[in-house]
């Protein structure tokens, strides 16, 4: 939602002092899109788990059943 916001989200911040000359709406973006990238990565190690478990169990009745 901030990286894709037409206006600041927290007005307050447009008068407040840049640290590292970044300007506001930049920084804003800039902070949605890093959330936005932590989501997604923390959901696909999720997913990327799932799938190891269940091709693992997979694995696994495909031997019993070699046996």
Request: net charge positive; charged share 15%.
């Amino acid at each position: 939602m901030l990286t894709f916001c037409d206006s600041m989200a927290y007005p307050p911040y447009v008068s407040a002092q840049r640290l590292l000359g970044i300007p506001p709406f930049l920084d804003q973006q800039g902070a949605g899109a890093l959330m936005w990238l932590y989501r997604a990565l923390a959901y696909l190690g999720l997913a990327a788990f799932a799938a190891f478990r269940m091709l693992r169990q997979e694995r696994r009745a495909s031997q019993v059943e070699a046996v």
